[in-house]
């Protein structure tokens, strides 16, 4: 069975076929065999005269190729030859370079054997003649041969023997120099001689004493920081209370504290990078900034003492803690103005704390941009810089002083608002009360205040206490001013403004002149505290942009979500003022409207055309009713401000057309009737349109269209205005209401107005 399925049958195969089912599967395969190999050749043949052309083109082609040959031939002798000149060539440069090379190092190894007997020489003269700084020049030099290298001179020669007479005389002259310049510093330190200072300061890098000379180098600077400081911390304990810099006095000590330390750190910055080379600032600043914080502390201290800093912290901690401020007896509550001027020094102190941070920062990194390949060692110093910096002592006590300034601003703040709050007045004319001023002043004052400080999370803690106080504490005060509702009745403006007493609003809810008036106020303050939110956060956001830019945008996110909250307040005012709206047109427009709208239904509308040219001369309607809206208005407008007044129109526009809107549906008309209607509107709109600055003609819309109706000759020709035919026309009426209008004609028949198809 094998064989008959095989591709490539042989004799033998075939004859050991005896099954015809076999023979027959071999045919089949033999016959496939055959087909292929047919198709194959006629495919061949297809392609005969392509390939006998190619053929031709190759036999022409075959001289060429034996002359290309014979040229590759020629070719890579030549290139062979070339090759071998090269090797050849490069050989003996390579010769030279080594020959060259050595000849440097022999020339290199009589340089520094000629330099080492010169400054063998020099250094002894120089130390003789008390030149120490070419003295230490000498050592220098010598300090930077390699020893080693000298030291494979051969023992035994004169050369040898020299050279390791002049090692042992440099080394003899460093240890001599080193503790010459070690004591004649010492004296120049307890003499405070700077001149003398600064020149044995430049001899220790020579030397290779680089860390030795910045540390003795820094003792002298850190006592010339410490007797300013405590000169200046003597002068501010005995300045006159009436100075007019007695109040920030300790922020002045400590602001000359880091002015002192920036003068040394930019004067000799130079002197440190020419000497001692780039990178090394700030082992210098490590050591000035220990004395910086130990000063620092000390100024610290004697504000905190001076200014009873930790006692009234303690009062105003206890004070919260025992809840709000209101709830505290009054010899215990602690006067916010005993604060203000405290903590306008706590901020100063921390201010003036971070601009001195910045620009040691900025110094010391100027300086390691300078250490050219060494990234490790720029990151890992870069690293102590901010470490440093951070864990100071300098650092820790301003970060305590903040922490308690935020809770004492806090108070500062409940305290003063409350006071606005209870000292609220209104000036006859005005149309808000004081403590919208009041309150929003303190608000952007402590905030400012806080930014100021130059710290995020201090900004961040009092834009949270901003935000909490507006909408708590003055929300619900506005609120609850609110809850009574507006009283009814008549309003005697004089009479309300008689019955304040000393500038304040009467505490008894009697007096209902008073009582609307105060009502209106308060919804005017609401308005107005929105402007003010905005205005705040807006004046906040442009303080905080300058103070990440000052903190190279850390704490961004935070202070950005404190401003949003911020802002959110402004949706709950927009609510409460609403809520104060609606209060208002409750209880004194909806009452008054609804009889002068019910006037309509008594103004017979199915007219004549004399009633209509009646009409025309003496509108029965609409007159009376604009003359009714001018005299409701006229008694709030001026006593709202102007977006509380277009809003009060607003809803005076929605409550006419609704009420209007349902005694239209209770009246009929006929045509007449329905054009005197369409004038009616007409007039209404333009007068409501005329005092105020918002657009109410969208509010007639239903109105208008309803107007339209009435005024059709026949109930076939609405189909002119709907649907597709409506064109920039939006419908405001459904089909129903469309034929309950048109049911409203007594001249159209209710089969017609039926069989419209809408």
Same mark, same amino acid.
């Given at each position: 069975?094998?064989?008959a399925?095989s591709i490539?049958?042989d004799?033998n195969?075939?004859?050991?076929?005896?099954?015809?089912?076999?023979?027959?599967?071999?045919?089949e395969?033999?016959?496939?065999?055959e087909?292929?190999?047919?198709?194959?050749?006629?495919?061949?043949?297809e392609?005969?005269?392509?390939?006998?052309a190619k053929?031709?083109a190759?036999y022409r082609?075959?001289?060429?190729?034996? =002359?290309?040959?014979?040229d590759a031939?020629?070719?890579?002798?030549?290139v062979?030859?070339?090759s071998?000149i090269?090797?050849?060539?490069?050989g003996k440069?390579?010769?030279?370079d080594?020959a060259?090379?050595?000849?440097?190092?022999?020339? +290199?190894?009589?340089n520094d054997?000629?330099?080492?007997?010169?400054?063998?020489?020099?250094?002894?003269?120089?130390?003789?003649?008390?030149?120490?700084?070419?003295?230490a020049?000498?050592?220098h030099?010598?300090l930077?041969?390699d020893?080693?290298?000298?030291?494979?001179i051969?023992?035994?020669?004169?050369e040898?023997? /020299?050279?390791d007479?002049?090692l042992?005389?440099l080394?003899?002259?460093?240890?001599?120099?080193?503790?010459i310049?070690?004591?004649?510093?010492?004296v120049a330190?307890e003499?405070?001689?700077?001149?003398s200072?600064?020149?044995?300061?430049?001899i220790?890098p020579l030397? $290779?004493?680089?860390d030795?000379?910045?540390k003795?180098?820094?003792?002298?600077?850190?006592?010339?920081?410490?007797?300013?400081? +405590?000169?200046?911390?003597?002068?501010a304990?005995?300045?006159?209370a009436?100075d007019?810099?007695?109040?920030?006095?300790?922020a002045?000590t400590?602001?000359?504290?880091?002015?002192? =330390?920036g003068?040394?750190?930019?004067?000799?910055?130079?002197?440190?990078?020419?000497y001692?080379?780039?990178?090394?600032?700030?082992?210098?600043? &490590?050591?000035?900034?220990a004395?910086?914080?130990?000063?620092?502390?000390?100024?610290i201290s004697?504000?905190?003492?001076?200014?009873e800093?930790?006692?009234?912290?303690?009062?105003v901690?206890?004070?919260?803690?025992?809840g709000?401020?209101r709830?505290a007896a009054?010899h215990?509550?602690?006067?916010?103005?005993?604060?203000d001027v405290?903590?306008?020094?706590?901020?100063?102190?921390?201010?003036?704390?971070?601009?001195?941070?910045?620009?040691?920062?900025?110094?010391?990194?100027?300086?390691?941009?300078?250490?050219?390949?060494?990234?490790?060692?720029?990151a890992?110093?870069?690293?102590?810089?901010?470490?440093?910096?951070?864990?100071?002592?300098?650092s820790?006590?301003? &970060?305590?002083?903040?922490?308690?300034?935020?809770?004492?601003e806090?108070?500062?703040?409940?305290e003063?608002?409350?006071?606005?709050?209870?000292?609220?007045?209104?000036?006859? $004319?005005s149309?808000?009360?004081?403590?919208v001023?009041?309150?929003?002043?303190?608000?952007?004052?402590?905030?400012?205040?806080?930014? /100021?400080s130059?710290?995020?999370?201090?900004?961040?803690?009092?834009?949270n206490?901003?935000?909490?106080?507006l909408e $708590?504490?003055?929300?619900?005060?506005?609120?609850?001013?609110l809850?009574?509702g507006?009283p009814?009745g008549?309003f005697?403006?004089?009479?309300?403004?008689?019955?304040?007493?000393?500038?304040?609003?009467?505490?008894?809810?009697?007096?209902?002149?008073?009582?609307?008036?105060?009502?209106?106020?308060? =919804?005017?303050?609401i308005?107005? /505290?929105l402007?003010?939110i905005?205005?705040?956060?807006?004046?906040?956001?442009?303080?905080?942009?300058?103070?990440?830019?000052q903190?190279?945008?850390?704490?961004?996110?935070?202070?950005?979500?404190?401003?949003?909250?911020?802002?959110?307040v402004?949706?709950?005012?927009?609510?409460?003022l609403?809520y104060?709206?609606?209060?208002?047109?409750?209880?004194?427009i909806?009452?008054?409207?609804?009889p002068?709208?019910?006037?309509?239904?008594?103004?017979?509308?199915n007219i004549?055309?004399?009633?209509?040219s009646?009409y025309?001369?003496?509108?029965?309607f =609409?007159?009376?009713?604009?003359?009714?809206?001018?005299?409701l208005?006229?008694?709030?407008?001026?006593?709202?401000?102007?977006?509380?007044?277009?809003?009060?129109?607003?809803?005076?526009?929605?409550?006419?057309?609704?009420?209007?809107e349902?005694?239209?549906l209770?009246?009929v008309?006929?045509?007449?009737?329905?054009?005197?209607?369409?004038?009616?509107?007409?007039?209404?709109?333009?007068y409501?349109?005329s005092v105020?600055?918002?657009?109410?003609?969208?509010?007639f819309?239903?109105?208008?269209q309803?107007?339209?109706?009435?005024?059709?000759?026949?109930?076939a020709?609405?189909?002119d205005?709907?649907g597709?035919?409506?064109?920039p026309?939006?419908?405001?009426?459904?089909?129903?209401?469309?034929?309950?209008v048109l049911?409203?004609?007594v001249?159209f028949? /209710?089969?017609?107005?039926?069989?419209?198809?809408l």
């Open positions: 069975m094998a064989a399925t490539n049958f004799t195969s075939l004859k050991r076929l005896t099954e015809m089912k076999d023979i027959q599967a071999a045919h395969q033999l016959c496939k065999e087909n292929k190999i047919g198709g194959e050749i006629d495919e061949l043949l392609h005969q005269t392509n390939l006998e053929m031709g190759l082609s075959v001289p060429n190729l034996q =002359v290309v040959s014979s031939k020629q070719l890579g002798s030549m062979s030859f070339t071998d090269a090797e050849n060539v490069s440069v390579r010769q030279l080594l060259k090379g050595r000849v440097q190092e022999a020339i +290199q190894r009589v054997v000629l330099d080492l007997k010169f400054c063998t020489d020099g250094v002894q003269t120089a130390l003789q003649s008390e030149d120490y700084e070419k003295a020049g000498h050592i030099r010598y930077s041969l020893e080693k290298v000298l030291k494979q051969t023992p035994d020669s004169n040898g023997g /020299s050279v007479i002049a042992h005389v080394q003899d002259a460093k240890q001599n120099l080193t503790k310049v070690r004591e004649k510093f010492e330190l003499t405070a001689d700077r001149a200072v600064e020149r044995f300061f430049k220790f030397l $290779g004493l680089h030795e000379g910045l003795k180098f820094s003792k002298y600077l850190k006592s010339q920081i410490a007797d300013r400081c +405590q000169e200046q911390l003597a002068s304990a005995t300045l006159d009436s007019r810099r007695a109040a920030v006095v300790y002045d400590l602001t000359i504290l880091f002015e002192d =330390v003068k040394v750190v930019e004067i000799h910055q130079p002197l440190v990078e020419t001692y080379g780039p990178g090394r600032l700030i082992q210098l600043i &490590q050591w000035l900034q004395e910086c914080d130990e000063q620092a502390s000390k100024i004697a504000y905190i003492q001076n200014r800093f930790t006692l009234k912290s303690r009062q901690q206890t004070l919260l803690h025992r709000s401020s709830a009054a215990e509550r602690l006067d916010p103005r005993e604060l405290m903590l306008a020094e706590c901020t100063l102190l921390n201010s003036r704390t971070e601009l001195y941070l910045r620009f040691i920062r900025k110094r010391v990194l100027n300086d390691l941009e300078s250490i050219a390949g060494e990234e490790e060692t720029r890992q110093k870069i690293t102590d810089l901010e470490n440093l910096l951070r864990d100071s002592l300098l820790r006590r301003i &970060q305590e002083l903040i922490g308690n300034y935020i809770v004492m806090e108070y500062f703040m409940r003063s608002v409350t006071k606005a709050e209870s000292m609220d007045s209104l000036e006859q $004319g149309q808000t009360s004081s403590m001023d009041d309150i929003f002043f303190i608000l952007k004052k402590c905030t400012k205040r806080a930014i /100021s130059g710290s995020v999370d201090c900004a961040c803690a009092l834009l206490h901003t935000t909490t106080i $708590g504490d003055y929300q619900d005060t506005l609120y609850s001013k809850r009574a507006f009814s008549s005697d403006v004089s009479q309300a403004y008689s019955m304040l007493q000393q500038g304040r609003f009467p505490t008894s809810s009697s007096d209902t002149n008073a009582a609307k008036l105060e009502f209106m106020t308060t =919804v005017n303050n308005e107005v /505290s402007e003010y905005q205005s705040l956060r807006r004046g906040l956001t442009e303080e905080c942009a300058v103070l990440l830019a903190n190279r945008d850390i704490g961004k996110d935070k202070l950005e979500s404190c401003l949003n909250d911020l802002g959110a402004t949706h709950k005012f927009k609510d409460v609403d104060g709206l609606s209060q208002l047109s409750s209880s004194a909806k009452p008054r409207l609804k002068w709208v019910d006037t309509f239904l008594s103004v017979n509308h004549t055309e004399d009633e209509f009646m025309e001369a003496n509108d029965p =609409v007159q009376n009713f604009i003359m009714n809206l001018e005299q208005l006229s008694e709030f407008k001026d006593f709202m401000t102007p977006s509380n007044y277009d809003s009060l129109v607003s809803l005076i526009t929605n409550e006419v057309t609704m009420q209007l349902q005694t239209v209770r009246s008309f006929n045509r007449l009737g329905g054009l005197h209607f369409d004038k009616e509107l007409r007039s209404l709109v333009t409501l349109t105020t600055q918002w657009t109410i003609r969208d509010k819309a239903r109105l208008t309803m107007a339209t109706i009435l005024n059709l000759e026949r109930v020709e609405i189909l205005y709907w597709q035919n409506s064109g026309l939006t419908w405001r009426l459904t089909p129903t209401e469309v034929r309950q049911s409203l004609r001249d028949r /209710s089969e017609d107005i039926k069989r419209l198809k």
